[in-house]
């Protein structure tokens, strides 16, 4: 058998590397994966933490339903299946950004920690940090901004997390943060102290 047929990707041969990038960057390529009920704050405080991230000097990406649903992922549904190869694309994007240096934010429910896990070996277990926005049900219920809590309490929504489907609270969060007691400011400060000695070059 040739060379030629062993190696059907050469070209990955004569890319520049991560670390070419990183160096150019002056930052480590990270995951940021938020995972938590919808209402959660998991959006907001992505938002908020890529702005404090930007005002720094580093460049991020956010991924979340409105940009993937949209786009790479608007052929999927909910079903089981559906949701778990959902979390798979995304962690092969954002594996992408991670190894061009980019800090990638990453927030979806991503329920069960069997698709969590399979997030972070794509992505690779050193650049994956996994979040938990742990705010109760109870308050990210009466927060219902979309009104899906209460659809999904009539059987409008079915397979919905939370009332109809499962959550399965991550076994070893590196951090996690409940919004119905802590603050965005303190939320953010927090995380930029776990993400900052990650991110240095």
Excluded: H
Aim: charged share 25%; glycine share 6%; net charge neutral.
């Amino acid at each position: 058998m040739t060379d030629k047929a062993t190696n059907i990707y050469p070209i990955f041969d004569k890319m520049l590397t991560r670390n070419d990038k990183e160096q150019l960057l002056s930052q480590r390529g990270l995951m940021v994966w938020f995972t938590g009920l919808s209402g959660s704050g998991k959006s907001t405080i992505a938002i908020a933490l890529e702005r404090e991230l930007q005002q720094r000097g580093i460049l991020c990406r956010i991924l979340d339903g409105d940009n993937i649903r949209s786009g790479i992922n608007r052929n999927l549904g909910f079903s089981a299946a559906d949701r778990m190869e959902n979390i798979r694309r995304i962690a092969e994007v954002g594996k992408l950004f991670v190894d061009t240096g980019i800090v990638t934010i990453a927030a979806f429910i991503s329920p069960d920690n069997a698709m969590r896990a399979m997030a972070a070996d794509i992505i690779g277990n050193d650049d994956f940090l996994e979040v938990w926005v742990s705010t109760p049900l109870q308050e990210c219920e009466r927060r219902d901004v979309k009104g899906l809590y209460a659809k999904a309490r009539r059987g409008e929504i079915p397979n919905f997390t939370g009332i109809s489907a499962p959550f399965e609270a991550p076994e070893n969060p590196a951090i996690a943060l409940d919004t119905s007691v802590l603050s965005l400011e303190e939320s953010v400060k927090r995380l930029l102290a776990l993400i900052l000695p990650k991110i240095k070059k």
